[in-house]
């Protein structure tokens, strides 16, 4: 088949491998503090470009699920290493950021739940974004918060990190961490692949 379809790296595009080494590397590099001015911590593996900014865009929009095992590895080593520093507790449960229904319907699911089950980790879905949300397009980062709604469908236990792909406001960030506190869950922060 691959003679057809020939494999090329998400990262980059090279052929050969869904991850070239090189990439592999770079997505190897443990988390650090997003600069945002947000109620919870949130860390990010990298800017949103290169290889980081690709393999996101492949998950999403082309459907490429054999880079799922690798980023829910990385996310599970980034877990790991703010284990080790004393940032969040090594039996966290992981609870994937929202999405809208139309996107996880248009993408036969959420990639940033698959992401989180091929961690590993005690992932829990329980997040939904309200179909009162209006879209985000053109909105100032202000807006974006004060318009972003989130809704609790199952009730977590335990502390818990929100993953998501991209964090650009923090809107959906802030508006899950909130509903989730509201319900008496104690929310560690957040990790992110990327920070646009």
């Known amino acids: 088949m691959e003679l057809f379809f020939p494999r090329a790296c998400g990262g980059c595009g090279a052929p050969g491998a869904s991850l070239c080494s090189d990439c592999q590397r770079v997505w190897r590099k443990p988390p650090t503090l997003a600069r945002l001015d947000l109620d919870v911590p949130v860390w ?4 949103y470009d ?14 490429r699920a054999d880079l799922v ?4 590895a990385v996310v599970g080593a980034s877990i790991s290493y703010l284990a080790a520093q004393g940032e969040v507790e090594h039996d966290i449960t992981l609870v994937p950021a929202p999405t809208r229904a139309t996107s996880r319907r248009r993408r036969g699911g959420d990639p940033v739940e698959r992401v989180c ?24 980062a202000q807006q ?14 335990g502390s818990v990190l929100i993953i998501d792909d991209v964090v650009t406001t923090g809107a959906t960030i802030s508006a899950s961490a909130n509903v989730l506190r509201a319900a008496g869950v104690q929310v560690r922060g957040a990790l992110t692949y990327c920070q646009a």
């Open 44 to 47: 990010t593996l990298s800017p």
């Open 117 to 140: 089950n091929a961690s590993r980790l005690s992932t829990f879905p329980c997040l939904q974004i309200s179909s009162r949300t209006p879209d985000s397009v053109g909105q100032t």
């Open 144 to 157: 974006r918060r004060l318009n972003m709604r989130v809704e609790l469908v199952r009730q977590p236990r």
């Open 50 to 63: 290169g290889p980081h900014r690709n393999v996101l865009i492949a998950l999403k929009e082309h459907g």
């Open 69 to 72: 095992t690798f980023v829910g």
